[in-house]
């Protein structure tokens, strides 16, 4: 059965150094888009960032952002929004404040938080480089819980960050997986976990996606690195892992392509639709 729907994750796949789009993974995108297959970035950034790329590749389907807490049309069409409730987020910080971790929240517009962001972080950097109206919003908190009723019903995701020490990232991971609460809880890098809403996955939003455009399992391929791709790569037709991905990911995966730095996006579509 040929593909139709191609969705594709973004950090660690479609970019190769967190900003960049390779003109070959352009190229083969626009091809394939001339067939009239539709492709999909599906990612954990917030929409407005993910739809700042959607459009420089010039893709006008619908975007998976916040690992699938909201699936967003390029014309603003919401089809899916699934934001934390604040007894979740209240769990959430009470537990990465007990071992000390950054935390911050994320919005469709960007970032809310009451810690600075590192000055490293993808957004800060994206922002030295974009005009005034692009920018990635960044609201700080003195107090989060102000900030959780001010944006009631617009938080998507909770981010916990530690580069140094992994063993109270981990516990902090495992405490709130025990609470047996209704969040999803996944990683998009090594240094990090990220929370949502129960029934917020990659997965169940490419399966959302799919049965929006009436595409059958079968007719979708997924394209991912890390354990937020996970759901996505097992669900699909075709599975495709980054040659950088994560062993879980490969392991799950039908194909694994090349690296985000050497192209594997633009080889996978060559291999399984071109």
């Known amino acids: 059965m040929s593909i139709k729907l191609i969705c594709i994750d973004m950090d660690g796949t479609l970019l190769k150094d967190q900003q960049t789009v390779s003109n070959n993974n352009k190229e083969a995108i626009k091809e394939v888009i001339n067939r009239g297959i539709y492709v999909a970035i599906t990612t954990g950034r917030v929409y407005d960032c993910a739809k700042m790329y959607s459009k420089e590749i010039g893709l006008n389907t619908p975007i998976i952002s916040s690992n699938g807490a909201f699936i967003g049309g390029s014309n603003g069409e919401v089809i899916y929004n699934n934001p934390l409730n604040i007894e979740e987020l209240k769990k959430f910080y009470s537990v990465t404040k007990k071992y000390g971790l950054m935390a911050y929240l994320t919005t469709n517009f960007g970032i809310v938080s009451d810690d600075e962001l590192p000055v490293n972080h993808v957004y800060n950097v994206l922002n030295k ?17 102000v ?25 902090a991971r495992k405490e709130l997986e025990s609470l047996n609460s209704n969040m999803e809880i ?23 996606l799919a049965e929006y455009f009436n595409i059958s399992r079968e007719e979708v391929m997924c394209i991912g690195d890390s354990e937020n791709d996970f759901s996505m790569i097992e669900y699909a037709g075709i599975g495709v892992a980054m040659g950088n991905a994560i062993e879980k990911v490969k392991f799950a995966s039908d194909y694994i392509t090349d690296t985000n730095i050497n192209d594997g996006v633009a080889k996978a579509i060559k291999k399984f639709v071109l």
């Open 129 to 145: 480089k974009l005009p005034d109206d692009k920018k990635i919003r960044i609201e700080m908190f003195k107090d989060i819980y």
């Open 147 to 171: 900030a959780l009723k001010k944006f009631d019903g617009q938080i998507l995701k909770g981010v916990c960050v530690e580069k140094k020490n992994k063993e109270n990232l981990i516990k």
């Open 186 to 208: 996944v990683a998009s890098w090594n240094d990090n976990f990220e929370i949502m809403q129960k029934g917020s996955t990659k997965g169940d939003a490419v399966k959302r």
